[in-house]
């Protein structure tokens, strides 16, 4: 199992160097240069050239993602065309924002997702469970930055009751007012978890409890709730695994959602800097993002390995 | 011996190894050495079978035939042509002349496939045009004892045991090959199916002039259909020879175990004890010298050094067995020419 | 029953042919399928939104493009306009069957494209196997580890806005998907005896992915191909709300959604609409996908 573990962790380094590749190939595939971006039309051409050598746009493309790996690797991620800022702060701040409507938004999802489906597979057959399961597919194709716009709506301007724009005061989130703030973009945000965590629990735990085992349990005379815990004990990694999966997902996608409360997460750094054309802000973004992601995915992995040893390959 | 003209298929050497692959670089740890240097030869008509526990490699060895896996080294010979060699017969034109009927009946037809085109898809590989294809395949159907109009347009999951091994059959036939290997043909189906799919068999070789490999763990029907029997153990062959000799007169410790295993309608010749006893070594890094002294009962200190070759011991038949005990100067106590008195083996024999 | 003419048979001769003939998968999961009406009807529902939408200038009550500024942002059911105007007093209604076409058009024609690379691919991979299924499978690796909606986003924000960059951002998006359903199954079947008697009998690698691979692998990469459409057209609309998809004067539900977003502090049910169309649409897909699924499974 260790070997397993290792060499799954070291995975991640040919899957991060093909990861930069295709940022860096993305980067290439703009139209023009970054250059190109920051010279006026009417700089003189020696002006230009300097400009050019000053950013090793002038050396041959392979030097160039050398250099440019080099410099990400060692958290460099150079500096915003726009600002003129390092893009690492603006990064982070970004990304922390992010984390704080992600992060309860998961677990809202995955708590309702396993409430949702554990009901409807005890209930199979019956219209509760139709219930849920519609609920369920409704869940997985909403357009979940429509259903923000409905709640902003809803609750923000029929209702009043709720803000629909933001993150609110500045500061150490706690306050009544951030509190306020988080409510609309997290429940959006929870909306695509839940909907397929509860497509899978609900197919899991029906399979589990078509199992000769959970008849046995009955049989030895087990309460209902006793074999309940057997059964959850079997479904969760499954779930668990899901969940670290659509964490990742909620970090990396959640551009739609930032968009609609214009919350100044990495979604809306990635839009802004879209918009600029500011080329090192977007490339570091996706490239972080990424990695982000690509770290979770081996946690999850390792974690379901630990939990469950069936599991490796 | 035999004649070179009498000869359909002559194997030398075959060799197939597995690598196992473990560790933190996925490095080559160990090899299962499925077949290990298998030769022997298939005459003009005849039905050679191949017997063995399973696991030890008589599977490989029919996919071997085929060219289905690839070989480690080894070469084929189908009547006097030598096989992927250049100058000799290609693969493809091998499988026209070579066929084989699967053992699992379910997984081996095409189940979103008719009957008719499972079997007039192997014609129409081989340029036969679609409508002349499918009148073979009805052709076919009717010699396999299925009645053509009822089965064309049949599915394989509308059918039963015995009518889809037909049907494998058949799909075999299609390509009028002149030797077909018949991996367990019958070991999935029912007794009663068993006996009728079997004399299909035999009523088919005598009418198409065919030639079989039959691989078969059952002896009563390898013994009831075949002209030579070859005994495997662990990827190799330990004794080769006609099936009355080997049935009568078993040489190999491990065919004598095997045999007298078999179960018998003649209650004196029932046993009480097991023959042999514990399960096959792992073949992955299979024991050093005879591959059989682990379980053998008259094992000594040089089966575990040296490898005994396929010796003729019976002179007037083909009768080969790779046994140090029936070499001459092996160094084992019971071989013939060393001034030990007999083993209790031997006596055994003379019985 | 002498006297019975030889006419009067012929039906039992007829009966008997064709219990004579068997049913094949195929013909099975239609059977399934003509059972199920929740399918049926959703089928239905599907087919009337992709006819309306395609005859647009027939079921459109206003040109799209021309709008009044006196009748800005009205309600459903005003004189007129009955489902309303926009934000510049544009008939929503056929504006949304007109936008339709780009909806439907990025949606579904990334998941073909990326069903007939990625299948390739994935059929390839698992019936080769060795090196061929590294080499797919190990570049399908890396695009996994983007996000989804990270990579279309990427892609569309670095080539820049269009319909032409929507739809190359989300083929590639939906690659690895189909490559991984692809491989997985064709190397389930690839594992039964049938496909080994199919190379017995000498046959090539492409009749046999042909003949014996490609029809017991179709149903489940259609199915998964079906459900990817719906979020096919999530993420097409997503990337036009974001201003990187369909630009103007073309228009599309997502692109709608993003001009309305202004409106929604004036006339949200107005604002909401657009929205409900790229629900529905995706809804319809998803269910498409689950009652396939249930029609496929039929046990053979």
Known sequence: MWFFLVRRVLYAIPILLGVSLVVFLMMKMVPGDAADIMIPPEAPKEVAEMIRARFGLDQPVHIQYVRWLQSMATGNFGTSIFTNQPVGSELFSALTNTFLIATPAVFVGFTCGVLLGTLAAFNSGTWLDKLFSSMAIAGVSLPHYWVGMVLVAIFAVVLNVLPGQGMGPEGFPGSWEQIKHLVLPVVTLSLIPMGVISRLVRANVLEILSMEFVTALAAKGLRRRNVLLHIMKNAAPSALALMGLQFGYLLGGSILVETVFNWPGSGSLLNLAIFRRDIPVLSATILVLATIFVAINILVDVLQTLIDPRIRR | ?351 | MSDQSPIAVLPEIDALKRAVAGKSYWRRVGEQLLRDRLTLSVMLLLSVIIIMVLAAPLFATHDPTVGSVLKRLKSPGYPGHWLGTDEVGRDLWSRILYAGRYSLLCGVLPVLLALLIGGVLGLSAGYFGGTTNSIIMRSMDVLYAFPSILLAVAICGMLGSGIGNTILALTITFIPPLVRISETVTTQVRAFEFVEAARASGARPLSIMHFHILNNVLGPILVYATSLISISIILAAGLSFLGLGVTPPDTEWGLMLNNLRQAIWVNPLVAALPGAMIFITSMCFNLMSDGLRGAMDVRM
């Open chain 2, 1 to 351: 011996m035999t004649a070179a003209a009498d000869i359909l298929l002559d194997v030398r050497n075959l060799k197939r190894y597995f690598p196992i692959r473990g560790g933190l670089l996925q490095r080559q740890v160990a090899t299962v050495q499925a077949v290990d240097d298998v030769s022997f030869v298939v005459r003009k008509g005849e039905t050679l079978g191949i017997v063995g526990e399973s696991g030890c490699g008589k599977s490989t060895t029919a996919r071997l035939l085929m060219h289905l896996l690839k070989l480690d080294s080894g070469t084929i010979t189908f009547d006097g042509q030598a096989v992927d060699a250049p100058g000799g017969m290609s693969v493809r034109e091998l499988r026209r002349n070579l066929q084989m009927v699967f053992q699992d009946s379910y997984s081996s037809l095409n189940p979103r496939c008719t009957i008719e085109s499972t079997i007039a898809y192997g014609p129409s590989v081989h340029g036969v045009p679609p409508a002349e294809a499918r009148r073979r395949a009805r052709d076919i159907l009717g010699k396999v004892g299925l009645e053509p109009d009822l089965f064309v347009q049949r599915y394989p999951h509308e059918l039963s045991g015995g009518q889809r091994q037909r049907i494998n059959i058949a799909r075999a036939l299609a390509l009028e090959p002149r030797l077909i290997v018949l991996d367990e043909p019958v070991s999935a189906l029912d007794k009663s199916v068993e006996a009728q799919v079997l004399n299909l068999l035999v009523d088919l070789k005598t009418d198409l002039a065919l030639t079989y490999i039959f691989i078969s763990h059952d002896l009563n029907v390898v013994q009831y259909l075949s002209d030579r029997v070859l005994v495997m153990y662990l990827g190799k062959v330990v004794e080769i020879g006609p099936v009355e000799a080997i049935y009568r007169q078993p040489q190999h410790p491990y065919t004598r175990a095997l045999l007298s295993a078999m179960p018998s309608m003649d209650p004196d010749r029932r046993v009480d004890q097991p023959p042999l006893t514990g399960d096959p070594p792992n073949p992955i890094n299979p024991p050093p010298g005879c591959r059989f002294h682990t379980r053998c009962a008259h094992a000594e200190a040089c089966c575990a050094l040296s490898e005994p070759p396929l010796y003729n011991n019976v002179a007037t038949t083909d009768h080969h067995t790779a046994c140090h005990m029936l070499i001459p100067g092996s160094g084992h106590s019971a071989a013939p020419g060393t001034a030990t008195p007999p083993s209790p083996a031997k006596r055994e024999h003379a019985r």
